[in-house]
């Protein structure tokens, strides 16, 4: 199963990221990329992407990550109705009780 996902680059602190094409069961930084669709610049918040070459890889099943697939859809690349989001994460306080919008109010006393 073909997998497209991001393939860190640059150096220490600067990052570079290639969207690949690959075996889902290989380590991103294995080297063996079937192809290289695209690149990211997180710095620069710039994207380039082969729209036609995704395209054909999510036709024929190729399954995206859930930050490429983030990145695809802010790029108008339409996602296979098969793909299903990663579920977003909810956050609770460990100690709900011990919050002070939690507690009960005290009462004010009256002033007259």
């Known amino acids: 199963m073909l997998a497209i ?6 150096r ?9 094409v690959q075996e889902s069961q290989r ?3 294995s080297g063996r ?8 610049n997180p710095e620069t918040k710039q994207t380039v992407l082969d729209k036609e070459k995704i395209e054909f890889y999510l036709k024929n099943g190729a399954q995206p990550s859930s930050r490429v697939a983030f990145t695809l859809e ?6 296979p109705s098969w793909y ?6 909810q956050k609770s306080p460990k ?12 009462e004010q006393p009256a002033t007259e």
């Not at 802010?74 to 996602?79: A, D, M, P, T, Y």
């Not at 100690?95 to 005290?106: C, G, S, V």
């Open 95 to 106: 100690h709900a009780d011990k919050l002070r919008k939690n507690q009960p109010k005290e």
């Open 33 to 40: 990329v079937v192809a290289e669709v695209g690149s990211y």
């Open 12 to 20: 220490t602190h600067h990052p570079v990221y290639r969207i690949v």
């Open 74 to 79: 802010k790029n108008g690349i339409k996602l």
């Open 27 to 29: 380590h991103p930084l």
């Open 84 to 89: 299903k989001k990663a579920p977003t994460k």
């Open 5 to 10: 996902r991001m393939q860190r680059n640059g």
